[in-house]
Every structure is written in C-alpha cells, then in structure tokens.
C-alpha cells in the first residue's frame, strides 16, 4: 500500500516534478544546448623557467702605474773651508749691519771664489749697477713709495698693500747676483751656493735680532709682528740692490745739478717752474747732509722728467 503524503506538500511535488519533466524534455528536443558548455579545461603547458645568458668574459681593467713622486733633492754639500763671516758684532752686542746688499758682500768673502775671476765679476756687477739705476729712474715712483716706509708698513692681512709691495718688486728686481754670475759660468755652482749660504747666515742674524726687538704689546696696537718682519726682510732683499741704486744717483745729483745738468735735459718752462723749488730743497739736504732728504727731492725732480730726459740724466751722472 502507498504512503500517505501530506495534502500540504502535494501541490510542491507536483510543481518540482512538471518542472524536472520539463527541463528534460528541454534537453531532449534541443542537443545544442548541451554544446553550450564549455568544454573541460586542458592541464596548461609547463612554463620554462628564464635563464639569462652568461655574461661575458671581461679582462679586468690593467693598473695604471701611478707617477712616482721625484725624490727630495739632497741638500748640496759644500766643501768645509775657512770663510770671513759677515756676522760681526759692535761693543753693545748689535749687528753690524751692512752698507751694500748681503750677496754682495759675500760674493767678496767667498773663498771658492778665485783672485782671478774677480775683473770678469767686476764688470758683471758694474753691468748690474747701471741696470739698476735704469729700473730705478723708470719706476721712480716705486723707489719713492719704497722709501717713504712701503715695506715697514706691510702687514700680511692687508691684501691691498700686499699687492703694492709685490708690484714694486716683480719692477725693481731680477735674479741675484750670485745667480746670474753662475748662469754667465763665471763661478762654479759651488761657489753660488757658498755665497748664499754666507749671505743666509748673516740675514739670520739680521732677522733673529728684529725678532728681539718686538715689542707684544706694541703688536697688538698695530706694530709688525714676527710674521709680518719675517716677509719685510724677504721683500726688502730683493729691492736692495734697486734701493742701494736709488741712493747712488740722490748722491750724484748735487754734483749734476751744479754743473749745469738740468740745463742740457731741455726743460721745458713747465718744468723749470716746477724743478726749481725741488732743486732749492736738494741743496738744502745736501748741505745738510740729510740723505732721506736729498734721495726724496731727487725723486721728486726724476718724476717731472720725460723719459729720453731721465735717459740723458743717468748718462751724464755716469759717464765714463
């Protein structure tokens, strides 16, 4: 016998089953539907995994030899011989300072030097002389700024000083003697080196006994200190030849200026105006015998001249 069904779930039945009979009568009447599927899907292919090619084979980069440095040269040694120091001393333990530049003087100590090479260092140093007194004529105002304290005024923190100095010596310089008498083969190489070492040993002591003379306190209020007297000393050595020069015509100019000298340089009456009070404060110094004086009423008239007429001037207050 047939199980009873609840009258409630009757009307459920029947509609699942008229739909189950209908979507099977669906699907027999229409075959594509069925093709309407997608098919199952394929395992997908293995993906190779990427290798990167090997790299190619590069030389490592050669070394480049660094430069060697040259080597310090080694300091010239000298033979040991017996010499006249220009380091001499007075009564109060002072230094006896010079009256010519320290190569100079020690170009005349030097005992490598021999007797007979002295006519041939004579004349270079004569050369030298007139050279120097034709840079000092032409750069008058330089060897005037000089003289009015340019270089005991320098103190190494003022740029604009510093230049002015610089400027007067690349004008009023040029090689050292002992230099150029080596250059010329006139001395040995030995011989130069021997007369800056004499020279060095006497501006040691010039410098060592400025050092002394420092006053602190005074630095502090505006004064050299050991720096700024330590370049003074540098700057001064290379202009002394130039300086010494400048004495040499203040000296001459006296004499030259009585003769008559002025008178042959073709003066112009602008000039003469001007000239004539310089050559009354000339001879005032000279009588005097105020050398800082006559060297600045000296430059002074140098100034007014042209250039042939401070030419003419150095060749009749040294003609030979």
């Given amino acids: 016998m047939a199980p009873m069904i609840n009258a409630t779930l009757q009307p459920v039945l029947k509609h699942r089953a008229r739909v189950a009979i209908a979507s099977l009568a669906i699907l027999i009447a229409c075959p594509a539907w069925a093709q309407v599927a997608p098919p199952p899907s394929k395992k ?3 993906v190779r995994e990427y290798t990167p090619p090997p790299r190619p084979q590069v030389a ?42 320290p190569t100079i003087a020690a170009i005349r100590v030097n005992p490598l030097i021999d007797d007979e090479l002295k006519p041939a260092i004579t004349d270079v140093l004569s050369t030298r002389n007139a050279l120097f007194r ?8 330089d060897a005037i700024a000089v003289d009015n304290g340019l270089i005991e005024s320098l103190r190494l923190e003022q740029r604009d000083d510093l230049q002015g100095v610089l400027a007067a010596v690349e004008r009023l310089s040029t090689r050292t003697a002992e230099q150029e008498l080596s250059d010329l083969d006139i001395i040995s190489d030995d011989a130069a080196a021997f007369t800056r070492k ?10 060592n006994e400025l050092l002394g003379e420092i006053d602190p306190e ?10 700024d007297v330590t370049v003074q000393m540098m700057f001064r050595q ?11 015509i203040a000296q001459a100019m006296p004499a030259f200026v009585s003769g008559g000298g002025l008178e042959s340089l073709g003066l112009s009456d602008e000039q003469r105006s001007t000239i ?21 009423a000296t430059g002074l008239i140098i100034q007014h001249l042209d250039e042939s007429q401070r030419q003419n001037l150095l060749e009749g207050m040294f003609r030979k």
Wanted: charged letters at 30%.
């Fill in 218 to 227: 005074a630095v502090f209020d505006g004064a050299a200190g050991p720096q």
């Fill in 60 to 101: 490592p980069p050669t070394p480049r030899p660094r430069p060697q440095p040259n080597p310090a040269p080694r300091p010239r040694e000298l033979p040991e011989v017996e010499y006249e120091s220009l380091v001499q001393y007075d009564e109060e333990g002072k230094l006896i300072r010079l009256n010519e530049p």
């Fill in 276 to 296: 004539e009070p310089l050559v009354t404060r000339l001879k005032s110094a000279a009588s005097a015998n105020d050398a800082k004086e006559r060297r600045q």
């Fill in 44 to 46: 997908p292919a293995p």
């Fill in 238 to 248: 290379h202009l002394e030849e130039a300086m010494n020069s400048y004495t040499e």
């Fill in 134 to 141: 034709e840079l000092t004529v032409q750069y008058i105002d």
């Fill in 198 to 207: 004499i020279a060095t040993e006497y501006l040691n002591a010039l410098r």
